[in-house]
């Protein structure tokens, strides 16, 4: 992010990538709200231990690949594109949140005592939403939209 603020003048703006940048923020948020609430977990297993660490590396991930990055390459601005770069590596976001959204189910369910239904559908939801992403590249204004909706439902539903 810094290194956008600092290109600022060369930066082919996109609201959609902005809007996604921003949509991974909130369940980057939402993975540490998660951690806070699983601060008494009693039953504690190595398994347990390593889907969270696989829910972050990939909440990491998503949000690395969410915005393109400045390589200081004063001749060619083109990897300044947002929109460019959502509908091509930046794709590679949506898997890594696939990723975080099939992982899911297992820390609602058998770590935090959700219900199984609304679990899975939630988490289906927005894993369904990735595949379109990865899927339909053209699409992604819509899917943008449609991430920020269901991204405000999960907030509401987890606060």
């Not at 082919?12 to 990538?17: L, N």
């Amino acid at each position: 992010m810094g290194g956008l603020i600092r290109a600022h003048d060369r930066i082919k703006f996109h609201w959609a990538t902005a809007l996604w940048a921003g949509c991974i923020m909130v369940f980057t948020l939402q993975m540490w709200w998660v951690g806070w609430e699983l601060r008494d977990y009693p039953d504690w297993s190595f398994f347990d231990f390593f889907v969270l660490v696989a829910c972050t590396v990939f909440i990491y991930g998503a949000a690395e690949l969410s915005l393109p990055v400045e390589d200081y390459d004063v001749a060619s601005d083109r990897e300044l594109d947002f929109l460019r770069h959502s509908q091509s590596l930046g794709r590679v976001s949506a898997g890594s949140m696939l990723a975080y959204f099939l992982l899911g189910p297992y820390v609602n369910i058998w770590m935090l005592g959700n219900a199984p239904i609304p679990s899975t559908v939630v988490a289906g939801i927005g894993a369904l939403l990735m595949v379109l992403q990865l899927v339909k590249p053209a699409w992604f204004q819509r899917l943008t939209l449609a991430f920020a909706s269901y991204a405000a439902i999960v907030l509401f539903l987890t606060a």
